[in-house]
């Protein structure tokens, strides 16, 4: 089934699109409004003692995220480990959606009410602290199942079934799915004061488990040889491996640069929805309010002209080499971070965006790309693990945490409706992520150097 030339056949297109796009959908749930969740539900219209006498919602937002990712990448490595062993993508990635969606749509029912009459709690500390440590769990189970469906199988059958020939291009589509998907649940961020998060989770979680349905009758698994060779366990590690390093020195190199970038990414972040409402005073309301036809009208061009422009980018790096778009991303997504500390007021902070965005884009095509080329054949499915490794657990776990700490020295405090003092993040975060972002490069032009040197001999 793996296509060996530039083409991919339309049902593996596809097949990369629906499932690309709905695990976005799933991922940025979870990112955008499990965050949200914590701070307008849970802790909203609690008491001051209640607030003062369980965890701070900044730590626990930051709490959950490290944790998920924690589980995160236990199942990639897990559960990727497995599909090679069997050689088999697809019980994975169906059976996965199908859970993933059921899990989303459980938070549906999470409240502090509902853990009140459940655990029978009087203590409004207690009812909050439990509530608290029910969304994070229920966060975790999410991750892990979410994993093993997309980062675990789905990822490992995208390698499966391309080549270096079309990787890029397929890499420019796949970037773009997280960003169409963010949009789509920014939409719906909106409708959050008249529908609920209820709504919201148990509604996307449906089209979650369909999705997965779905994969039961169209997804089609690569030739992947069972690897019976080795011990389960031996495999599951076999990316720590002193000798594997070194004999993957590129891969390394290409995983190091792809963790500076999304810990940069995960230092605001997991703030920015926050920030936005709290600090920039933005209101998706207002915003649609405003819009004319002739504003909507420049905006799909826009969209329009971006879109082409990164599928063009990826086509482009796959004929002319990926190595050459790098630092050029790098540099763009550093000075769209900086700048957007700057920013007063949210026309300027959508502006300084886009060359963040642009530069964000374009270096996951390349990289990303660069990753699936450089995997060893056999060991795909393991080496996801040691990819979410780079991607996921390592950002989400010290991105949090500097902007939770760069948030501290410019953090604002408000008194909500509730008469409840409350905190909110502050410009700082997006100045300490552009620092992040700059280290990028020490892992870029080392792998640059590598390339040049292989090339002349």
Same mark, same amino acid.
């Given at each position: 089934?793996?296509?060996?030339?530039?083409?991919?056949?339309?049902?593996?297109?596809?097949?990369?699109?629906?499932?690309?796009?709905?695990?976005?959908?799933?991922?940025?749930?979870?990112?955008?409004?499990?965050?949200?969740?914590?701070?307008?539900?849970?802790?909203?219209?609690?008491?001051?003692?209640?607030?003062?006498?369980?965890?701070?919602?900044?730590?626990?937002?930051?709490?959950?995220?490290?944790?998920?990712?924690?589980?995160?990448?236990?199942?990639?490595?897990?559960?990727?480990?497995?599909?090679?062993?069997?050689?088999?993508?697809?019980?994975?990635?169906?059976?996965?959606?199908?859970?993933?969606?059921?899990?989303?749509?459980?938070?549906?029912?999470?409240?502090?009410?509902?853990?009140?009459?459940?655990?029978?709690?009087?203590?409004?500390?207690?009812?909050?602290?439990?509530?608290?440590?029910?969304?994070?769990?229920?966060?975790?189970?999410?991750?892990?199942?979410?994993?093993?469906?997309?980062?675990?199988?789905?990822?490992?059958?995208?390698?499966?079934?391309?080549?270096?020939?079309?990787?890029?291009?397929?890499?420019?589509?796949?970037?773009?799915?997280?960003?169409?998907?963010?949009?789509?649940?920014?939409?719906?961020?909106?409708?959050?004061?008249?529908?609920?998060?209820?709504?919201?989770?148990?509604?996307?979680?449906?089209?979650?488990?369909?999705?997965?349905?779905?994969?039961?009758?169209?997804?089609?698994?690569?030739?992947?040889?069972?690897?019976?060779?080795?011990?389960?366990?031996?495999?599951?590690?076999?990316?720590?491996?002193?000798?594997?390093?070194?004999?993957?020195?590129?891969?390394?190199?290409?995983?190091?640069?792809?963790?500076?970038?999304?810990?940069?990414?995960?230092?605001?972040?997991?703030?920015?929805?926050?920030?936005?409402?709290?600090?920039?005073?933005?209101?998706?309301?207002?915003?649609?309010?405003?819009?004319?036809?002739?504003?909507? =009208?420049?905006?799909? %061009?826009?969209?329009? $002209? @971006?879109? *082409?422009?990164?599928? &063009?980018?990826?086509?482009?790096?796959?004929? +002319?080499?990926?190595?050459?778009?790098?630092?050029?991303?790098?540099?763009?997504?550093?000075?769209?971070?900086?700048?957007?500390?700057?920013?007063?007021?949210?026309?300027?902070?959508?502006?300084?965006?886009?060359?963040?965005?642009?530069?964000?884009?374009?270096?996951?095509?390349?990289?990303?790309?660069?990753?699936?080329?450089?995997?060893?054949?056999?060991?795909?499915?393991?080496?996801?693990?040691?990819?979410?490794?780079?991607?996921?657990?390592?950002?989400?776990?010290?991105?949090?945490?500097?902007?939770?700490?760069?948030?501290?020295?410019?953090?604002?405090?408000?008194?909500?409706?509730?008469?409840?003092?409350?905190? =909110?993040?502050?410009? %700082?975060?997006?100045? $300490? @992520?552009? *620092?992040?972002?700059? &280290?990028?490069?020490?892992?870029?032009?080392? +792998?640059?150097?590598?390339?040049?040197?292989?090339?002349?001999?």
């Amino acid at each position: 089934m793996q296509k060996k030339g530039s083409g991919l056949g339309a049902k593996i297109w596809l097949n990369i699109i629906i499932f690309g796009f709905i695990g976005q959908i799933a991922w940025a749930v979870e990112n955008m409004f499990f965050n949200t969740f914590l701070y307008n539900s849970v802790y909203n219209g609690a008491s001051q003692a209640a607030v003062n006498g369980s965890i701070d919602v900044m730590s626990a937002i930051s709490t959950m995220v490290a944790a998920s990712a924690s589980f995160t990448v236990l199942a990639t490595f897990l559960m990727g480990t497995l599909s090679d062993k069997i050689g088999k993508r697809k019980p994975f990635i169906s059976i996965g959606y199908i859970l993933w969606g059921i899990v989303t749509a459980v938070f549906g029912v999470i409240s502090r009410d509902n853990t009140a009459k459940l655990f029978h709690l009087t203590d409004e500390v207690r009812i909050l602290t439990v509530t608290v440590a029910i969304v994070i769990v229920m966060d975790c189970v999410m991750s892990f199942i979410g994993s093993t469906g997309n980062d675990a199988a789905f990822n490992a059958w995208v390698t499966d079934v391309t080549s270096t020939k079309n990787r890029a291009t397929v890499e420019s589509v796949l970037t773009l799915l997280p960003l169409v998907a963010t949009a789509g649940v920014m939409g719906l961020a909106g409708a959050v004061e008249s529908i609920g998060y209820n709504v919201i989770f148990i509604g996307l979680g449906g089209i979650v488990t369909v999705c997965g349905i779905l994969g039961l009758f169209t997804v089609k698994d690569a030739n992947v040889q069972p690897q019976t060779e080795g011990s389960y366990w031996k495999d599951i590690v076999y990316g720590f491996r002193p000798s594997v390093v070194k004999e993957n020195k590129k891969l390394y190199l290409a995983l190091s640069a792809n963790c500076f970038t999304s810990t940069a990414f995960q230092v605001f972040f997991p703030y920015i929805f926050i920030y936005l409402g709290n600090v920039m005073h933005f209101s998706l309301d207002n915003v649609m309010a405003s819009l004319t036809p002739a504003i909507m =009208a420049v905006a799909a %061009v826009v969209v329009i $002209a @971006a879109v *082409a422009m990164v599928i &063009l980018a990826g086509r482009l790096m796959d004929k +002319l080499g990926k190595e050459k778009f790098m630092v050029f991303s790098v540099v763009l997504y550093f000075l769209g971070l900086f700048a957007a500390g700057f920013a007063k007021n949210i026309v300027v902070f959508f502006i300084c965006a886009v060359p963040a965005l642009l530069g964000w884009a374009l270096f996951g095509i390349a990289m990303n790309a660069s990753v699936r080329d450089f995997m060893p054949e056999g060991k795909i499915g393991s080496f996801q693990g040691i990819r979410i490794l780079f991607y996921v657990l390592i950002p989400m776990i010290i991105g949090p945490f500097i902007g939770n700490v760069v948030c501290r020295f410019s953090e604002i405090t408000y008194t909500n409706e509730y008469g409840v003092v409350t905190s =909110a993040p502050g410009n %700082v975060m997006f100045w $300490a @992520a552009a *620092a992040v972002a700059v &280290l990028t490069l020490i892992p870029v032009l080392i +792998l640059r150097r590598k390339s040049r040197n292989m090339q002349a001999q």
